[in-house]
Nanobody, 125 residues
Framework: QVPLVESGGGLVQAGGSLRLSCAASGRTFSSYGMGWFRQAPGKEREFVAAIRWSVGSTYYADSVKGRFTISGDGPRNAVYLQMNLLKPVDTAVYYC??????????????????WGQGTQVTVVS
């Protein structure tokens, strides 16, 4: 059973918006933070945004600052990504992940212990 389940992906025109959601599925765990990554065909998985529950701090990749907003519910292990002003370069499979060990960074895949199966986001011009 996949521990995290993403939803909200789809096809959108450039300049449009999408809201991704991620929630725990069936497994009980505690996380210190959660994040979003994305992976386009032929490219490595890259950091998009993260949130640390203890202080409410949020972190963003430079490429999405000012366009994407991460939010979430720590006790429920749920995280959301509001994506505005989408561009074709944002096309990718988006994955959510949970930090189970209070990683210092939250910007690398190795900082996370649980992952979702991904949701496709396609932005057309």
């Amino acid at each position: 059973q996949v521990p995290l389940v993403e939803s909200g992906g789809g096809l959108v025109q450039a300049g449009g918006s999408l809201r991704l959601s991620c929630a725990a599925s069936g497994r009980t765990f505690s996380s210190y933070g959660m994040g979003w990554f994305r992976q386009a065909p032929g490219k490595e998985r890259e950091f998009v945004a993260a949130i640390r529950w203890s202080v409410g701090s949020t972190y963003y990749a430079d490429s999405v600052k000012g366009r994407f907003t991460i939010s979430g519910d720590g006790p429920r292990n749920a995280v959301y990504l509001q994506m505005n002003l989408l561009k074709p370069v944002d096309t990718a499979v988006y994955y959510c992940a949970a930090d189970l060990r209070a990683a210092s960074s939250l910007e690398f895949p190795a900082d996370y212990g649980l992952w979702g199966q991904g949701t496709q986001v396609t932005v057309v011009s």
